[in-house]
């Protein structure tokens, strides 16, 4: 077949493609593009409906409250790109969370000390999942679901189920808390920690061969191991990986909660879940980008913050938010069916 003849058949392919079937390739192509129309819409429907919602103070506070679970939000967009799932991410941070917390104000323990303690607790959870899940084979689904009930008792055993206040807790714990002006905007050094992290767990993604190998681990794991891909190494270092995030966001959320309590977070699984998913990132793994998990994050806490302000019972954001979960897993099936 000569150049030429190659050429107009690929043209010929091209113009047969429908106008929804080139949709198709392209939200294949970049999956972040649906959650960030979703995320304009919802925007511009809420500042419709009430235009404080546009104004400097309600940004401030969408992304203040976006950082918590944008962060957890990472370690989940890891475990969802192998094909996992982690039902234990609400635990796991309330017992980083507890701990740090408690060896500080009652043993004495050094701020940084209890803080790396704390993270290194959060791995150490994560570690516990994905051994289960490599080494004793068992589904990510169960596990987790395992760990949410241990994790949970065993932080309100270790802490008598007490609280600690931000004003008994060291600089250093509060410190996620400390506000700053960019131009009418209000942040906080917790938003700078989620960025960061969002900024490198980016570039290890999309640029190093770890950050491929997970990719592949999810899209294909048989056709990854065949490759010489070390397939269950991969996914006990994303779990591991998944709890270090964790437990920062563990750091973060006592800045933004100002205390360190086990109700802290209620629904950190269903909304961490929910941004990876409206985030355009496959359930089924392989597929699906960082950038598109902090929109679909973005999207939850825009319901938080618009509802509130339009006055609405927030039982109508769950509703809401369930819909958009169902039509996100729907069009990612649909996605799935696009042919090279």
């Given at each position: 077949?000569?150049?030429?003849?190659?050429?107009?058949?690929?043209?010929?392919?091209?113009?047969?493609?429908?106008?929804?079937?080139?949709?198709?390739?392209?939200?294949?192509?970049?999956?972040?593009?649906?959650?960030?129309?979703?995320?304009?819409?919802?925007?511009?429907?809420?500042?419709?409906?009430?235009?404080?919602?546009?104004?400097?103070?309600?940004?401030?506070?969408?992304?203040?409250?976006?950082?918590?679970?944008?962060?957890?939000?990472?370690?989940?967009?890891?475990?969802?790109?192998?094909?996992?799932?982690?039902?234990?991410?609400?635990?796991?941070?309330?017992?980083?969370?507890?701990?740090?917390?408690?060896?500080?104000?009652?043993?004495?323990?050094?701020?940084?000390?209890?803080?790396?303690?704390?993270?290194?607790?959060?791995?150490?959870?994560?570690?516990?999942?994905?051994?289960?899940?490599?080494?004793?084979?068992?589904?990510?689904?169960?596990?987790?679901?395992?760990?949410?009930?241990?994790?949970?008792?065993?932080?309100?055993?270790?802490s008598g189920s007490k609280s600690?206040?931000?004003?008994?807790?060291?600089?250093?714990?509060?410190?996620?808390?400390?506000?700053?002006?960019?131009?009418?905007?209000?942040?906080?050094?917790?938003?700078?920690?989620?960025?960061?992290?969002?900024?490198?767990?980016?570039?290890?993604?999309?640029?190093?061969?770890?950050?491929?190998?997970?990719?592949?681990?999810?899209?294909?794991?048989?056709?990854?191991?065949?490759?010489?891909?070390?397939?269950?190494?991969?996914?006990?270092?994303?779990?591991?990986?998944?709890?270090l995030i964790y437990g920062i966001?563990?750091?973060?959320?006592?800045?933004?909660?100002?205390?360190?309590?086990?109700?802290?977070?209620?629904?950190?699984?269903?909304?961490?879940?929910?941004?990876?998913?409206?985030?355009?990132?496959?359930?089924?793994?392989?597929?699906?980008?960082?950038?598109?998990?902090?929109?679909?994050?973005?999207?939850?806490?825009?319901?938080?913050?618009?509802?509130?302000?339009?006055?609405?019972?927030?039982?109508?954001?769950?509703?809401?938010?369930?819909?958009?979960?169902?039509?996100?897993?729907a069009i990612d099936q649909w996605?799935?069916?696009?042919?090279?």
């Amino acid at each position: 077949m000569t150049a030429g003849t190659s050429a107009a058949a690929a043209e010929l392919a091209r113009r047969r493609h429908s106008p929804l079937q080139r949709v198709q390739h392209l939200l294949h192509g970049y999956p972040f593009i649906s959650p960030l129309l979703i995320l304009v819409v919802t925007a511009a429907a809420f500042t419709i409906v009430n235009p404080r919602f546009a104004n400097p103070a309600s940004l401030s506070l969408l992304i203040q409250q976006t950082a918590v679970v944008a962060c957890l939000a990472i370690g989940q967009t890891l475990i969802i790109l192998t094909a996992g799932i982690d039902l234990a991410v609400g635990a796991t941070v309330i017992l980083a969370m507890m701990v740090m917390a408690k060896i500080s104000v009652e043993n004495g323990v050094p701020a940084p000390v209890a803080l790396l303690i704390g993270v290194g607790l959060g791995a150490a959870a994560g570690l516990l999942n994905g051994f289960l899940v490599t080494r004793i084979n068992l589904p990510p689904f169960i596990v987790t679901l395992g760990t949410l009930s241990i994790f949970t008792a065993v932080a309100l055993l270790y802490s008598g189920s007490k609280s600690y206040q931000n004003n008994v807790l060291p600089d250093l714990l509060n410190w996620t808390s400390t506000g700053f002006s960019v131009g009418p905007f209000r942040l906080t050094v917790g938003v700078v920690i989620v960025v960061l992290l969002y900024l490198v767990m980016g570039y290890v993604l999309s640029q190093t061969r770890w950050g491929r190998h997970v990719y592949a681990v999810g899209d294909a794991p048989e056709a990854a191991r065949l490759s010489g891909i070390p397939s269950k190494r991969i996914l006990l270092s994303v779990y591991a990986v998944a709890g270090l995030i964790y437990g920062i966001g563990a750091w973060v959320l006592i800045g933004r909660a100002g205390a360190a309590s086990p109700n802290a977070i209620t629904n950190a699984n269903l909304e961490s879940i929910t941004a990876v998913v409206i985030g355009g990132t496959s359930l089924f793994g392989g597929r699906g980008r960082l950038v598109g998990t902090l929109i679909g994050a973005l999207i939850v806490q825009s319901f938080t913050v618009g509802l509130s302000l339009a006055r609405v019972d927030q039982q109508y954001r769950i509703l809401a938010v369930g819909i958009l979960v169902i039509v996100a897993v729907a069009i990612d099936q649909w996605i799935r069916k696009v042919k090279a």
